[in-house]
C-alpha cells in the first residue's frame, strides 16, 4: 500500500507565500515522477507542477516564474513553493506520484487526498 500525505495550505493574502509538502509512504520501489494539479470550483483538475525522477521539470503556463517544485528522493517528498500568489491560485491541490510498489510490477498514480489553498484579501 503506498499512502501520499500533503500538508502547507491554507489562506493567504494576494502576494504571499506558501509551500506544500507530499511525503509517500508504503511500498515503494520506486518512483519515476511526482507533480502536483490542482482543482478549481467549476473548473477541470489541471497539472500545476511536475518533476521527473531524473530532475526535469514542468509547470503550467499561469505559475511559471511564481512556483518552484523540488524533492527530496530520501525522504520521498515533493514540495511546491508558491510565490506571489494570486486569487486564481485558489484550488484544491492534490500531490501526485507515479510510483513502481515493486520491482515486478508496474507504475500505478497515486493521489493524496487534497489541500485547499485560498488567496483572499
Known amino acids: 500500500q503506498v499512502q501520499l500525505v500533503e500538508s502547507g495550505g491554507g489562506l493567504v493574502q494576494p502576494g504571499g507565500s506558501l509551500r506544500l509538502s507530499c511525503a509517500a509512504s508504503g511500498s515503494i520501489f520506486s518512483i519515476t515522477a511526482m507533480g502536483w494539479y490542482r482543482q478549481a470550483p467549476g473548473k477541470e483538475r489541471e497539472l500545476v507542477a511536475r518533476i521527473t525522477s531524473g530532475g526535469s521539470t514542468n509547470y503550467a503556463d499561469s505559475v511559471k516564474g511564481r512556483f518552484t517544485i523540488s524533492r527530496d528522493n530520501a525522504k520521498n517528498t515533493v514540495y511546491l ?34 489541500t485547499q489553498v485560498t488567496v483572499s484579501s
Open 81 to 114: 513553493q508558491m510565490n506571489s500568489l494570486k486569487p486564481e491560485d485558489t484550488a484544491v491541490y492534490y500531490c501526485n506520484a507515479d510510483i513502481r510498489p515493486t520491482a515486478i510490477m508496474r507504475d500505478y498514480r497515486y493521489w493524496g487526498q487534497g
